[in-house]
């Protein structure tokens, strides 16, 4: 996106690297009011990186369907952790949490839905649910869920 997260981040991390497609990084660069330690468009590049915690917010539900199966394969390479904000449908017909179970790599916590509040631009938690639960909500709905990454078995 625009860097929209980056002040927050940049409160909690030692480090912040920003991912996405050439034309938003080029935006990013352009509109962000916060410096981040890096801004890349080369998922290639980025994906050879470790991080402690992987934050994908409302970026998933915009991906076609393999690439967002190969990024959270990725993601659970990238980081132990990953913060998820995500619509519980894509743009192109699948269920983004089905996804994250269906790739075996994460253990999910709890779901929070949420919404966002036109007065105060941030989230308003709307309700908890288990994340199978969240699976199975109606289209539309958005989520926050902490994923932990499964290592293999051996």
């Known amino acids: 996106g625009v860097g929209r997260n980056f002040p927050f981040l940049n409160t909690v991390a030692r480090r912040v690297v920003g991912f996405d497609l ?3 990084i080029a ?7 916060d410096r981040v330690d890096g801004l890349e468009d ?3 590049q980025v994906s050879r990186q470790r991080f402690d915690l992987i934050y ?5 539900q915009h991906v076609e369907t393999d690439a967002c199966r190969a990024y959270l394969d990725g993601f ?3 980081a132990p952790a990953v913060y ?9 017909g699948a269920g983004i ?13 709890e779901c929070v839905e949420v919404d966002h509040d036109p007065d105060t631009h941030q989230l308003r938690v709307l309700g908890r649910m288990t994340f199978d639960e969240a699976r199975r909500a ?5 989520f926050e869920v902490w994923l932990d990454r499964v290592e293999p078995a051996r």
């Open 97 to 109: 949490l089905d996804m994250v179970a269906a790739s075996g790599r994460y253990r999910a916590g």
């Open 138 to 142: 109606s289209p539309g709905r958005h």
């Open 42 to 44: 080369d998922w290639a």
């Open 27 to 33: 935006r990013c660069r352009q509109l962000a009011s």
């Open 22 to 24: 050439p034309p938003m």
């Open 84 to 92: 998820l904000l995500t619509r519980n449908d894509s743009d192109f």
């Open 76 to 78: 659970a390479a990238m």
């Open 56 to 60: 994908a917010s409302l970026v998933l």
